[in-house]
């Protein structure tokens, strides 16, 4: 060896015992599966409480539009009735009257007020119109919860049961990687710790072609033959993930 350059490393550690490592890391894969899977439990749920709320929200929506019109066309018909009342006052006042001035005002008066009178009464055609569109509404809003309700609270108890369900997986799972983490050696599992905190998994990795199954960049030769003998632990030099050649 040229005096002055280090040889190559590897990163060996003492003899490797894949089958402990890969056991560890399938325990520990099954541990962050279930655990994203009990992050979007919650998510899911409240998406169909969400699709509920807003089917209920539809109707109520229908509903106060129907009254807020319901409640316009009352107003409508006290405008028109007291319209009317004050019309009639005028054509009892014409037949008191004896000056032809008087009588032509009064005219132009029942005129103005009939007027106004039309006026209301077309407003109340057109509100009258809107009350049953807004009636239809809150029918078809009505009918569509009803019958998507039983669909929706199905769905909730289902992905509730699962939650559950992924709850108890999820504590099998722990101990699984609490029991699997004794039987590998200290350095190693110092490495696949190391490794683990950082995005992406899995920790161990084959290499094939040269090539980590990680990042899928060039590994080089000395720590290939590391990963074929099998004796030693073998890191890429890129990732950090634990090298190991599948046969």
Partial sequence: ??????????????????????????????????????????????????????????????????????????????????????????????????????????????????????????????????????????AAAEAELKQNISGHEGKIRVLREREVQLQAGHQAALAAVAAARPEVPAPQLKIYDRVALKPGHPVCVTVNGGLCGGCHLKVPTHIVSAAKTGAEIATCDQCGRVVYWAS
């Fill in 1 to 138: 060896m040229t005096a002055g350059r280090p040889a190559p490393q590897c990163r060996a550690m003492a003899a490797l015992d894949l089958s402990k490592l890969l056991a560890l890391q399938e325990s520990d894969s099954k541990r962050l599966a279930l655990e994203q899977q009990l992050q979007a439990a919650p998510r899911e749920i409240a998406a169909v409480e969400a699709r509920i709320a807003a089917e209920k929200a539809a109707i109520e929506a229908a509903k106060a539009e129907w009254h807020a019109l319901e409640s316009k066309k009352k107003l409508l018909e006290v405008e028109i009735k007291s319209a009317e009342d004050k019309a009639g006052k005028y054509r009892t006042q014409q037949l008191e009257v004896r000056k032809n001035d008087e009588y032509k005002a009064l005219t132009h008066e029942i005129e103005n007020t009939e007027a106004i009178i039309g006026g209301f009464e077309e407003e109340e055609l057109k509100v009258m119109y809107l009350i049953d569109e807004a009636k239809k509404r809150f």
